[in-house]
């Protein structure tokens, strides 16, 4: 089986070194090539047929939403994961929105980073280049979200969807004609529901499923 070729965007070449080990005895993934200048990334993707990237927001004469706008440019169709240990979820939903694929901090354990990566893998290129195992157990964490996002109700469904389109709980408070303290109360309900933690994990699951927005 093909292995997914990553590319490591970064200004620190310790990093490169720490993913090198961490995919080390990889059958999915294999690190590719580093970087840490923004006028490299393209000719790398080309040259190496690079199938995912890992970037920094900040790095040498550049960060992510340049690198996402040399994506977006040159058409190429391939995940970007940040790595970062910022945790600014504005920052973070605003680089999604702007094409990332997820996030990496820089805590996480080697098996959850890996965790991550196959997620990642398997809702661009499927079944293509996994293996059964985790194709299988993909498609139950596919189906179990959806089987959460179908326990909302109406309403929980109204003010997700408006949340995942950007709007701000001021606007959708304007929007449904509810007072701001309610749609709070709305989006806490829903990340218990959907058990999640944080906000851009609710974005990520949302843009995963949900398919018409509000």
Avoid: C, W
């Amino acid at each position: 089986m093909k292995k997914l070729k990553i590319l490591i965007i970064d200004t620190n070449p310790i990093i490169h070194i720490g993913f090198k080990s961490i995919f080390k005895n990889s059958m999915l993934f294999e690190v590719a090539a580093f970087t840490n200048n923004k006028n490299e990334i393209y000719n790398i993707i080309n040259q190496l047929n690079i199938d995912i990237v890992i970037s920094e927001i900040d790095f040498k004469n550049g960060n992510v939403t340049d690198v996402l706008k040399i994506f977006k440019k040159n058409n190429i169709q391939i995940p970007l994961v940040v790595f970062t240990s910022e945790s600014n979820e504005n920052k973070s939903i605003s680089i999604l929105k702007a094409g990332a694929s997820g996030f990496i901090t820089k805590n996480l354990k080697k098996k959850s980073i890996k965790h991550i990566l196959q997620e990642i893998a398997f809702s661009k290129y499927g079944s293509k280049e996994l293996n059964k195992y985790t194709r299988l157990k993909n498609r139950f964490n596919f189906d179990y979200n959806t089987e959460k996002l179908n326990s909302l109700s109406k309403r929980e469904l109204q003010v997700l969807k408006l949340f995942f389109r950007g709007k701000r709980n001021i606007e959708i408070s304007d929007k449904l004609s509810i007072n701001q303290k309610t749609v709070n109360t709305y989006i806490t309900r829903i990340m218990k529901k959907l058990e999640v933690s944080n906000k851009t994990d609710l974005y990520l699951l949302a843009r995963k499923h949900i398919k018409q927005p509000y």
